[in-house]
């Protein structure tokens, strides 16, 4: 990525502020996951009720199906910033009257709002940078986020630590602040259109700074990455992705709903605000291992098979939990045997997080990305609307540990899918380079 700079000066500037917007966006959403179902339920907050926020999480996904149409009339960095600033706004009522029914709006409206914001990300990253520094970027992009989240989510878990649930309520509606911060630090992308190239986004990311655009290299950004012009649902490559993609994501999903209840309850493994921080952090740790291993030597492609090692990591914890569930492990001793496989987990959700976005990158091509994306993302948020509403009936039907082990069983069939092939779903081969490139 030092590399790219010292050829391009032009992104340097435009790489710190989406640092900055990045960072500060992301202490307020990973405090808000890693600690708001904890807080709710302790607070009273029913199996269902958790699959409930949990589905409104992911229908996040399900309405960013309409971010093209919204991009069409609108650019698409003012479109971001109004969605984090929607988002920040929905925490306030926690300060007012910190109780469970405004636990649950605020974390609906940031997990809502802000992950339709996240899914116009890669199209921005696509704008703004040249192709060449997509996997560097946002590899680093997501350890700067990591890394915020590592030292805030530890700090406020160990501060909340004893503290009467109101005032963990409140503290979770202060994050507002960070979400405020966010908006501000994207305002030199608030102009930022998909439709730009890469000459362009060197403009977009330049000119509002007073600096040249024909930084070298940046003529090159729109360049194709995938077979252009080809319909999402008619590649049949993408679709057993979103085959493989559901039935992994389903698993995550089960595994989000009874994560609160393993953690917080006394039957359970009776953990506290201060235990679940440090977990959570060190989650943030062993996700930027796995970002800055990307950044160095991460390759993505259009390939399924470079996802069963991401899935399979994921399961690890799952199935850890499962043992410990069945043992009856509980208090300090559970916290430390959850580690290991927390670690586990999170170098595979790293590594899945960044192909999440570019594997879909790469199948799209020049000026499809949001429709990929948009048909990814409402593939998820159709399964993360129903999945969590099942996975609340089965935890509060058949118990903890048979959720967890559906948990574990659908993201282990995820990756055997990853490792399937169906007839015409092949990797395509490469187009030779053009004039004056390299291969």
């Known amino acids: 990525m030092l590399t790219t700079f010292r050829a391009e000066p032009a992104l340097r500037p435009v790489f710190l502020a989406d640092a900055a917007a990045n960072a500060a966006w992301a202490v307020m959403l990973a405090v808000l996951t890693a600690l708001g179902l904890v807080v709710g339920r302790k607070a009273g907050a029913d199996a269902m009720l958790l699959g409930a926020a949990v589905s409104v999480n992911y229908a996040s996904a399900l309405f960013s199906g309409w971010l093209p149409l919204l991009c069409r009339r609108w650019p698409l960095g003012g479109v971001m910033m109004a969605l984090r600033l929607l988002a920040s706004l929905s925490l306030l009522p926690m300060l007012v009257a910190p109780s469970l029914p405004t636990l649950m709006i605020g974390y609906a409206g940031v997990l809502l709002l802000g992950g339709i914001s996240d899914a116009a990300y890669p199209a921005l990253l696509n704008v703004v940078y040249p192709n060449a520094a997509h996997t560097r970027v946002m590899s680093l992009i997501f350890t700067v986020r990591a890394l915020a989240a590592f030292l805030f989510t530890m700090l406020i878990g160990w501060l909340l630590t ?80 979103l085959v493989a993609l559901t039935f992994f994501g389903s698993g995550g999903i089960v595994g989000t709903v009874a994560w609160p209840v393993m953690v917080a309850d006394a039957d359970a493994f009776a953990l506290t605000f201060g235990q679940v921080g440090v977990l959570s952090a060190l989650m943030s740790v062993a996700q930027m291992g796995a970002y800055l291993y990307m950044s160095r030597h991460g390759r993505v492609g259009d390939e399924n098979r470079q996802l069963i090692l991401p899935y399979a990591l994921t399961a690890v914890n799952m199935l850890i939990s499962l043992l410990l569930l069945a043992l009856g492990v509980r208090g300090g001793l559970a916290f430390l045997l ?100 390299t291969a």
Do not use: H, K
Request: hydrophobic residues 50%; glycine residues 14%.
């Open 162 to 241: 004893g503290r009467p649930l109101d005032v963990a309520i409140r503290a979770l509606g202060g994050l507002c602040v960070f979400g405020f911060l966010a908006v501000a630090a994207m305002w030199r992308f608030r102009g930022v259109r998909e439709e730009a190239t890469g000459e362009d986004a060197g403009a977009s990311g330049a000119q509002d700074a007073g600096e040249e655009s024909d930084a070298p290299g940046t003529q090159d950004a729109g360049e194709d990455t995938g077979a252009p012009g080809e319909a999402p649902l008619r590649n049949r490559a993408f679709l057993w992705y």
């Open 338 to 437: 959850l580690l290991p496989g927390l670690i586990v987990t999170n170098i595979g959700y790293g590594l899945q997080a960044v192909y999440f976005y570019l594997v879909v990158n790469a199948m799209a091509g020049r000026g499809a990305v949001l429709r990929y994306q948009a048909v990814q993302n409402v593939a998820v948020g159709v399964r993360g609307v129903l999945v969590p509403l099942a996975a609340g009936w089965l935890l509060g039907a058949a118990g903890l540990i048979p959720t967890v082990a559906a948990a574990a069983a659908l993201m282990l069939l995820g990756a055997v899918l990853a490792w399937a092939r169906l007839p015409g779903t092949e990797r395509r081969p490469p187009r030779p380079p053009r004039d004056g490139q």
